[in-house]
């Protein structure tokens, strides 16, 4: 059983900076990865980046180059530097995390999501 607490979400202007934590409590040794989503209103669930338990990263190409995902000192913590941000950044933004498979595809244990609005 796990439980993911999103947090430092709120409004930038566009080109400016955000960096959201995701915090894992219950098992988090065993995961293989964990990663973001965001969904913005009428609009899919987006895959923005992930990282796996090697500490392998991957990126959405929208947000490849602007944004950045690492782990905290502490395994139980993923963060999301997002920078330049745009408006089209705008959506509620969801940790995600695994136990084990390819992260994309497997069902996995979700936060509550925090909004980004990136607003001029």
């Known amino acids: 059983q796990v439980q993911l607490v999103e947090s430092g979400g709120g409004l930038v202007q566009p080109g400016g900076s955000q960096r959201l934590s995701c915090v894992a409590s219950?098992?988090?040794?065993?995961?293989?990865?964990m990663g973001w989503y965001r969904q913005a209103p009428g609009k899919q669930r987006e895959l923005v980046a992930y990282?796996?338990?090697?500490?392998?990263?991957d990126y959405a190409d929208s947000v490849k180059g602007r944004f950045s995902i690492s782990r905290g000192n502490a395994k139980n913590l993923v963060r999301l530097q997002m920078n330049s941000l745009k408006p089209e950044d705008t959506a509620r933004y969801y940790c995600?995390?695994?136990?084990?498979?390819?992260?994309?595809?497997?069902?996995?244990?979700w936060g509550q999501g925090t909004q980004v609005t990136v607003s001029s």
């Open positions: 990282i796996t338990s090697l500490d392998k990263t």
């Open positions: 219950g098992t988090i040794s065993s995961m293989g990865a």
């Open positions: 995600k995390a695994i136990l084990d498979g390819t992260f994309a595809t497997t069902p996995g244990f």
